[in-house]
């Protein structure tokens, strides 16, 4: 079945470690996705890409880097500059940036 | 800019009772809407959508009709379930904006 696969599902990070949250999709999709959610806060955009080899900054891009080498691959790392990262990471994908958002099921960071 | 205000939640209803949510926007141009809902340690599913005025999306018994005229893209459902227990998202995507703004999300528990 085609879909997004975003690992692990709980992440720890230790004071001044870089983690990195994975996100594969096999829906041959164009665009992919970050975002964090904190409670009461709805969805916060990280970072998007529209196609291979090029990625835009979201709303809250700071301390925060990403890749994308590969169509079907978007990792997140959460670098040490990211001084509160306590919170739950959603991939997403889509065939465009204004059409309806596939989503994985999320990444539980925490800190030590 | 573009933004989408939920109803403060959570919401708590009895199994069979009548639901509302409501979602007003502020956007340029002609947005198209969308409902996501998200269900307990999962990531967002959409659950409808409208791109133009007085569309009206509906899935699994629930409706959303667009208003352009008060800007609102309120989520209904006649009877709710226990399982309809979960986070529901508005959101909206423009021209111009090359993205999904969310809304806050509004936590709704049904109780038997």
């Known amino acids: 079945d085609g879909g997004i696969t975003q690992s692990p599902k709980y992440l720890f990070r230790k004071e001044g470690q870089n983690v990195t949250l994975s996100c594969e999709q096999n829906l041959n999709h164009d665009a992919m996705y970050w975002y964090r959610q904190d409670p009461g806060q709805g969805l916060r955009l990280i970072y998007y890409s529209q196609i291979v080899n090029d990625f835009q900054k979201g709303d809250i891009a700071e301390g925060y880097s990403v890749s994308r080498e590969k169509k079907e691959s978007f990792p997140l790392t959460v670098t040490s500059a990211q001084k509160n990262p306590t919170a739950f990471y959603l991939c997403?994908?889509?065939?465009?940036?204004?059409?309806?958002?596939?989503f994985g099921s999320g990444t539980q960071l925490s800190v030590l | 800019g573009n933004s989408v205000t939920q109803m403060e939640g959570p919401v708590t209803l009895s199994e069979e009772a009548f639901l509302t949510i409501n979602c007003t926007y502020t956007a340029t141009g002609y947005p198209s809407l969308f409902w996501y809902v998200q269900y307990p340690g999962e990531g967002l599913q959409l659950l409808l959508k409208a791109t133009k005025a007085d569309d009206k999306g509906s899935n699994k018994g629930f409706e959303a009709t667009y208003r352009k005229e008060t800007t609102s893209f309120h989520l209904e459902k006649g009877s709710v379930q226990v399982s309809d227990s979960a986070v529901y998202f508005c959101a909206l995507s423009s021209w111009g904006a090359q993205k999904l703004v969310f809304g806050q999300g509004t936590r709704l528990t049904i109780n038997p």
């Open positions: 997403a994908s889509s065939t465009g940036l204004r059409e309806k958002l596939f």
